[in-house]
């Protein structure tokens, strides 16, 4: 059974600081590529960065600069590092595979307030 556990979300002021993290049971965690989603209000769910084995990561543009992206394989984890959090950042949160798979954890929300 695959789970994605996220987990350390909250409530941060503008410009703040955040770490995000994803546990993941029940896949074959060392060779996947691994991605970080977010989904806003209203909004469809993004793809915000992106890690591939050992290739450099990748981020989209609105947060490149400012999120980082890692992963511990033998804690089958991956972290998104987020800094200089923007409101336009409020959204939840979700870790998955790329492309994703049919098994989305339950999300951790981010607010930002400005």
């Known amino acids: 059974q695959v789970q994605l556990v996220e987990s350390g979300g909250g409530l941060v002021q503008a410009g703040g600081s955040l770490r995000l993290s994803c546990v993941v049971r029940?896949?074959?965690?060392?060779?996947?590529?691994m991605g970080w989603y977010r989904q806003a209000p209203g909004k469809q769910r993004e793809l915000v960065a992106s890690i591939i084995a050992d290739r450099s990561p990748t981020y989209g543009d609105s947060v490149k600069g400012r999120f980082t992206i890692s992963r511990d394989n033998p804690m089958n984890t991956v972290y998104l590092q987020m800094n200089t959090l923007k409101p336009e950042d409020t959204a939840v949160y979700y870790c998955?595979?790329?492309?994703?798979?049919?098994?989305w954890g339950q999300g951790t929300q981010v607010t930002v307030s400005s």
């Open positions: 998955n595979t790329l492309p994703p798979g049919n098994y």
């Open positions: 029940g896949l074959f965690f060392r060779f996947l590529a």
